[in-house]
């Protein structure tokens, strides 16, 4: 596996998912396994420093990786959006990359924003939501929660798919996919992983891990493909 990853953590802020980071020892191609999240990438490659919004991602891709790179990633949780960058724009690689301002530091709405790292992006993205860079929709979060107290599910469905590009179901079959790709990294017998994941058969674990993660289950138990970021809730 020619990319590494280094650190990751749960974050304790009602709008980050996730904090991870990650090299490259080679190149190499991987699959990109579909997410319901946007994310704000920072890339570091042959010395040159990029900044990139990334938004949800529908279906499984493959990704050419560079050799030597270093990435550290702030992935926010499904309902979390750039104001100026909606998710639907966002949606399956359609990435935005900000404009530098010095190799440490990158412009966004009209403001220079230092580069975070693992350790401060709490308070990046507590200074984001502030000046209203960044925001999570109440209805998106409050479904997410299972609040009962909720508009109809059409509605909720319209919700989703304004703010997060994707419908709630996209987003449920998507979790689902991306959790038994985890379980089965992490030693789960295929079986298991069907199971605990709620698929009804091998055939339909088969057919939503090759849409959604770009490989079968049994690729995934001979690691026989580079993966893209995985975690074990």
């Not at 990319?3 to 990751?8: A, M, N, P, V, Y």
């Not at 550290?72 to 100026?84: E, L, M, N, S, V």
């Not at 404009?99 to 990046?124: I, M, V």
């Not at 599910?153 to 449920?172: D, E, K, M, Y």
Request: proline share 6%; with cysteine; charged share 20%.
């Amino acid at each position: 596996m020619f990319i590494i990853f280094d650190r990751d953590r749960a974050s304790d802020s009602p709008l980050i998912e996730r904090v991870w980071s990650c090299h490259s020892e080679s190149g190499g191609t991987f699959s990109s396994v579909a997410s319901p999240h946007c994310e704000i990438v920072f890339s570091r490659i042959n010395g040159a420093s990029t900044v990139t919004v990334r938004g949800p991602e529908t279906r499984a891709r493959p990704v050419d990786c560079p050799p030597q790179g270093e990435w550290f990633a702030i992935r926010f949780k499904p309902g979390t959006y750039f104001r100026a960058l909606p998710a639907w724009r966002l949606l399956d690689g359609n990435d935005v990359n900000l404009p530098a301002s010095s190799s440490h530091s990158f412009w966004l709405q009209g403001a220079r924003w230092q580069h975070p790292n693992f350790e401060n992006a709490e308070t990046f993205v507590a200074r984001l939501e502030k000046v209203g860079v960044i925001t999570r929709d109440a209805t998106v979060a409050a479904a997410l929660e299972g609040d009962p107290q909720l508009l109809s599910l059409r509605s909720i469905q319209r919700r989703f798919r304004a703010v997060c590009g994707i419908t709630h179901t996209t987003l449920r079959q998507i979790e689902r996919a991306r959790q038994a790709a985890t379980l089965l990294t992490h030693g789960a017998p295929i079986g298991e992983a069907q199971h605990e994941a709620g698929f009804y058969d091998q055939a339909h674990l088969t057919r939503s891990m090759t849409r959604y993660v770009g490989a079968t289950p049994a690729t995934i138990v001979r690691e026989d493909r580079q993966l893209s970021f995985l975690y074990k809730k």
